[in-house]
């Protein structure tokens, strides 16, 4: 996968036909293309703006089951879940590790009625807290779930002192806490990132994919696309269309000229804290728990800051989702309930973000009781036409291989193909001959990346996985490779690297989702400054286009934050 977004859309155009097209190159959508490379279906996947860039870079960064989709009789999704969490710890070990999550409870038998009450109806009832008997019985089917292969420990539960000796911090009104384990992801933009790599490394040139590229209509030839960086448009034919457009899919049908109204997401927003009390008294676990409201929220340490989420609010699909002053007030108070002696102000917000969740449509349905589960809805392109047209309707995260399978089970039906493997149990990028152990960490950058010093080897592999190898012999060959002035951590060959081999458009693509700069409060002026500095020969930028991007680069890391827009 090359940097020239020119030579990926011009082989689009060259050869305008697949036997696949998918539009969205969201998590489901990448996860899509690399199963269908690996069935050796010709496949080409679009993206509108940057890779992994849309709904699906606003995660909340956890690999998990949703024990809360249990008050909702979800347990098929749930069981899904916990299966593939347990597949992703290591078939992602690069990036996806265990989390100790701590549930602080405040009562005993609260929420024993009303809970299933609202397994029925799916929608909300008089508030009741969820106490510890009911979270008691949800671990306990939440654990069920993982036997026969279980990848992480079992829950417990502690009193009062035992909890607050562990979390001295936590507010004394607590009567228990209960820990267990799921998983989070650290870098999901690079794990997306990932399966484009593999799908074009199993496909060759029969898996094609372009950044930056949108699907804007349809003809008789098949789908129009519009190169974004050009505005130029062409027409593609497909055997089958993948509309995996997340929150946008109703919208893309749209432009397809095929109207539906299948969606109906929920905004949710998080921030990002540079604040090392909350980071103390998180004891280095995730904070999961009931807010006032009923709302399920988190305080998560994270890359050595602290994010908090997330909220769950109806969302208009023409307006842009940003994180309002009111979603910030709620956070903060939120971190009051669990932490009620650790202030937190908005001087230490060093990021924030806000998604659409790629929900079903869901009537009266309170936002909060939406199945998180997943359909494929079936479409013609058109009047007459006998192009189907395959809508993802939901999904996680979590769950994205799962979807991915469903999704290329159907493709495969479509074209009248047998399905040739499965990607269950098959590593992601630098995942593969990923050391598991700190120990053979150690080993491994000494054998592959030993004439760096162990301090870079090591930040290296943690950043790429095994990829490091490529990254290392990137800098080793960049004669003007240097550390940067305004980010040591990061250097000027091992972003010139990245700007040649990871579909690098704008600058705005390294900060936000290359790297985890703009996630840690880090892309300042003189960052962006020196980073366009270091990348602009790469990419062809001349003087003007340098300042342009810097200025767009900026205005994205901030857009969520009104005080800057």
Known sequence: MGTDIRRAIDDLRARPRADVLIIGGGINGVATFRDLALQGVDVALVERADFVSGASAASSHMIHGGIRYLENGEFRLVHEAVVERNDLLTTAAHYVRPLRTTVPIFSTFSGLFTAPLRMLLHRKTAHSERGALLIKVGLVIYDSFSRGGGRVPRHSFHGRRRSLAALPELNPGVKYTATYWDASIRDPERLGLDLVRDGIALGGDHARAANYTSAVGADRDGVVLRDETTGEEFSFAASVVVNASGPWTDLTNDALGRPTQYMGG???????????????????????????????????????????????????????????????????????HVFPAIAVD?????????????????????????????????????????????????????????????????????????????????????????????????????????????????????????????????????????????????????????????????????????????????????????????????????????RAEIDRALAATRAADPATV
């Open 346 to 546: 908005r001087e230490q917000i060093v990021h924030r973000y806000s998604g659409v969740r790629p929900l079903p449509g869901h009537g009266d349905v309170a936002a909060g009781f939406v199945s998180r589960d997943y359909r494929i809805e079936s479409a013609p392109l058109a009047a007459g036409s006998r192009t189907p047209v395959l809508s993802l309707v939901g999904g996680k995260w979590t769950t994205f291989r799962a979807v991915a399978a469903n999704l290329t089970d159907r493709v495969l039906e479509n074209l009248g193909r047998s399905r040739r493997g499965t990607t269950k149990g098959l590593p992601i990028g630098g995942a593969v001959g990923f050391p598991r152990t700190e120990p053979a960490r150690s080993q491994w950058t000494h054998e592959h990346l030993g004439d760096l010093d162990t301090e870079r080897g090591t930040r290296l592999l943690h950043r790429y996985g095994t990829h490091a190898v490529a990254v290392a012999a990137a800098i080793r060959a960049d004669a003007d490779d240097r550390p940067l002035a305004s980010l040591p951590r990061y250097s000027t060959g091992e972003l010139r690297h990245l700007a040649a081999s990871e579909a690098v458009v704008h600058l705005e693509d390294i900060l936000l989702r290359r790297t985890s700069i703009a996630f840690r409060g880090e892309a300042t002026e003189a960052v962006a400054e020196e980073i366009a500095d270091a990348i602009a020969e790469v990419l062809g930028w001349d003087a003007a286009t340098r």
């Open 266 to 336: 929920t905004k949710g927003s998080h921030i990002v804290l540079d604040h090392p009390e909350l980071l103390r008294a998180t004891g280095g676990r995730e904070m999961f728990f009931e807010h006032s409201d009923g709302r399920i929220v988190l305080i998560y340490p994270l890359n050595g800051r602290v994010l908090v989420g997330t909220t769950d609010l109806e969302h208009d699909m023409a307006e842009p989702a940003v994180c309002t002053e009111e979603e910030v007030d709620y956070f903060f108070d939120l971190i009051g």
